[in-house]
Each structure stands twice: as structure tokens, then as C-alpha cells.
């Protein structure tokens, strides 16, 4: 199958700027500038950022927002399959041919001038959202927050941060408190900003710039607690008890980002149908997703098989709560990882639970980390190690000792698409 028009025009913006990543706000700036400025005529805006959980609870707040009946833009990266589906329009992934009259408009306003993909794609985003009429824009922080190409929003009507971890420590800081002036930095003088559970030292920091701007903080455990209870999602927030189904997606750590949700759907006025359809409406790919059918399911039919894209510590130990919730069995990692994350603090918290690590190469990725190294780094933590060419060779390598084996493919959004694009 031929590429299609935009893959050669997304090409081009890769080839503005020599740093894949360069947290700047000047050319965004002279961007928009050049565009018309659509960033000062977008719908309301929710901004999210955080170290885990952003693309989870987006999912949620839009579910809910959807079942209101209203049109909801929508803004995340990385994709899993394809470009389009980082920008939604009302509810729907960017045409082809609408992404490449965007994508054209943007290298013209630009001139060539230095510019990095990700800036030019978000600009891009900016118009077309500005250009089409909609309730509400979700909007995802790309790294960071306080530096990022999303944070030109003057006064979004609410701000959202999910929980902050260790993360991208060479361009956000060295540690938790660093990080979380980083993530905090979206917060705007007067906007209600929704807190997910934090670390103690990272709410500081959140509350102190909040109380600087004027903010108004609705933070979990203090103005909204969510939890579990006799099979039953339970939120309660000064306006009263919400006692919902369990969340649509796998894992206890979906209880902390539901909570999330639901406290932005409150302040946002939604009714109670609403909050429950963010719960059981949601969907997002590669977050401890079952795989039912697919290439590998045919090649492997008793296997059982979980896709997460999730790449730090964080959450690693989210994956390794969900696999205590599941019926004993085998378990065997399929693990890829890019050459800058750390795969011992990775595979800790899954070490007790995983019976083996196949370590596999990311297809066209040439930041993906050695499999030898993966393999070493498995073996450090006594976890049994091999290698594999490819998830497809992993698995089969798997089933021929154990036919019925769970098996989860994780450590990389990269992965998890390559594995959609084949497997979804």
C-alpha cells in the first residue's frame, strides 16, 4: 500500500529543525503569529498534563462530554497507527485530505524558518481546530507543561494534572518536585485546576503555584476521593456520592484516573448519566488492552494477550496491579524500550510477576534500545531472558513451552502501534 500525501508533507516539517525535542515557546509563538493566531479562537479548553494517566483521563472527560451531546475536539501524542488520530474534530480523526491542506497552510506560513515537529504539528492542530466549531477542546501537554507547544492557551476553562512521576528527567529536572513545577506551570491565574493523587512533595508544588495565580484547586483527597468498593467505582466530591460501574478500562490505577475525570466533569456542570458514560463509554488503545484477534491470536489461539504502552517506572507498577487482579498464570514479557529509558526501574516492579522477559527491537525506531541490553538488564533483576528478532518470533517462542501462556507486550507506545497496526 502506497503512503499516503501526508506522510511526505509530515516528512518535510521533520526536516525544520536539527533537535527532535527543544522546549521553547518562541517558535511556536512566531508560528501562530504567522497563522492568524488560532490559538486565541479555540472552544473551551481542558488542559492536561501529568506524568501518567493524561491519554486515559482525556479519554474519559471525553466520553462523558460526548454522551452530553456535545462536540469535543480532541489533541494527544504520539499516535499508535497513524498521524490522523492525534488530531479528533468533533469527535473524528482529520481527513487525509483535510491533514494535508493543513499541513501545506503550516509549511507555507512557516517559510522554512527553524521550526520542530512537534510545534509545527501542534500549530497545525491549533487551526484546525479553530476552523472547525465544536463545545470543547481536550487538550494533552506533550512533555512538561510549563514549556510545551500547548501551553499558549491564555485562559483555558479548566486545567487538569495527573499523577507526577520520574520522567523525562533530562529535559524536566531530577526530581519529583522539579517535575511537578514543570507540569504545574500550565496552571493559569483563576482557572480551576483538577489534581489527580499526588505525591506529597509534588502537591506542594502544584498548591504553591496555585496559590500564587489564584487558582482554585480541587485535589484528590481533599475536595473528591474515588475508590473501589463490592465491584463498584465510587466517587464523592462535596456535591454528593456517585456510585458507577468500574471503569471500561483494566486496572486498579483506572479507579485514580476515573476520579480524574470525574471530578473535571463535575466542576464542568455534567449530570450524573454523563459521569457514567465516561466510565463504561471510554476507549483507548494500548493501556492493558486485551488482544482478541489479530495475527498473533491465530498463531497462538489458547495464548492470552495484553498490549501496554506505557515506558516508565510509573507505570510499570500500574501494570503490575492490574496482573495481581488477574487468575494465576504463566506470564511472559515481550519487552521493548527507546535507548534513553532505564529498563531495571522498568522491569522492578513487574519481576515478581513475570516468569520470563523477551526482549525484541522496536520495527523502524532507530532510538529503540539494544534487545542484548534489555536482555542484560532483565537478567540483573533474576528475571529469565532471551532475544527475539520480533514480537511475532517472541510469541512463538513462547507457546512451544507454554501454549496457554499470558503473554504482554510492553515498554514502548512505538511497539504497542506497530503491534496495532498488525494486530488491532
Known amino acids: 500500500m502506497s503512503e499516503p500525501a501526508s506522510a511526505a508533507l509530515l516528512a518535510r516539517m521533520m526536516e525544520l529543525h536539527p533537535s527532535e525535542i527543544e522546549l521553547s ?41 460526548e454522551a452530553a451531546g456535545q462536540r469535543v475536539h480532541a489533541y494527544t501524542s504520539p499516535h499508535l497507527v497513524r498521524f490522523h488520530e492525534r488530531i479528533l474534530l468533533a469527535g473524528e480523526e482529520i481527513s487525509e485530505p483535510a491533514l494535508c491542506a493543513l499541513l501545506e497552510r503550516v509549511l507555507e506560513a512557516n517559510a522554512g524558518q527553524s521550526v520542530t515537529f512537534f510545534e509545527a504539528t501542534t500549530c497545525a492542530a491549533f487551526a484546525a481546530f479553530a476552523d472547525t466549531p465544536a463545545d470543547a477542546l481536550l487538550l494533552e501537554v506533550g512533555m512538561g507543561g510549563r514549556m510545551d507547544t500547548t501551553n499558549v492557551v491564555e485562559t483555558p476553562r479548566l486545567t487538569v494534572i495527573t499523577p507526577v512521576a520520574l520522567d523525562h528527567q533530562s529535559f524536566l529536572g531530577d526530581t519529583v518536585p522539579e517535575i511537578a513545577g514543570e507540569k504545574a506551570g500550565i496552571l493559569k491565574r483563576r482557572v480551576p485546576c483538577i489534581v489527580a493523587r499526588q505525591q506529597e512533595a509534588a502537591l506542594e508544588v502544584i498548591e504553591a503555584r496555585a ?29 454528593g456520592l456517585l456510585d458507577l460501574p468500574l471503569p471500561a478500562l483494566s486496572g486498579p490505577h483506572q479507579i485514580n484516573n476515573a476520579g480524574t475525570a470525574l471530578a473535571a466533569l463535575r466542576e464542568l456542570g455534567l449530570s450524573e448519566p454523563a459521569c457514567e458514560a465516561a466510565v463504561t463509554q471510554v476507549r483507548w488503545s494500548a493501556r492493558m488492552q486485551r488482544l482478541t484477534v489479530g495475527p498473533l491470536k491465530v498463531a497462538a489461539p489458547e495464548a492470552e494477550f495484553w498490549l501496554d504502552g506505557g515506558h516508565n517506572a510509573h507505570a510499570a507498577e500500574a ?35 513475570a516468569d520470563s522477559v523477551t526482549a525484541v527491537p522496536i520495527p523502524d525506531e532507530p532510538s529503540a534500545a539494544d534487545p542484548s541490553a534489555l536482555a542484560e538488564a532483565a537478567r540483573a533483576l533474576g528475571l529469565p531472558a532471551l532475544e527475539a528478532p520480533d514480537v511475532a518470533r517472541a510469541v512463538s517462542d513462547i507457546v512451544q513451552s507454554q501454549p496457554q501462556a499470558r503473554i504482554l507486550i510492553c515498554g514502548s507506545l512505538y511497539q504497542a502501534g506497530a503491534v496495532l497496526r498488525e494486530n488491532g
Open 25 to 65: 515557546l518562541d517558535r511556536t509563538w512566531r508560528l501562530l503569529d504567522a497563522l492568524g493566531n488560532p490559538q486565541d479562537k479555540l472552544p473551551p479548553v481542558i488542559h492536561i498534563a501529568g506524568t501518567n494517566g493524561k491519554g486515559s483521563t482525556l479519554a474519559m472527560i471525553r466520553a462523558g462530554l
Open 211 to 239: 496559590d500564587r495565580l489564584g487558582a482554585p484547586i480541587l485535589a484528590h483527597g481533599q475536595h473528591w476521593h474515588s475508590w473501589e468498593e463490592r465491584g463498584r467505582l465510587v466517587f464523592q466530591d462535596e456535591t
Open 319 to 353: 501494570i503490575a496491579a492490574t496482573l495481581r487482579t488477574l487468575p494465576a498464570r504463566p506470564t511472559h514479557l515481550v519487552f521493548a524500550l527507546l535507548n534513553n529509558r532505564d529498563p531495571q526501574s522498568y522491569l522492578a516492579p513487574l519481576s515478581d510477576l
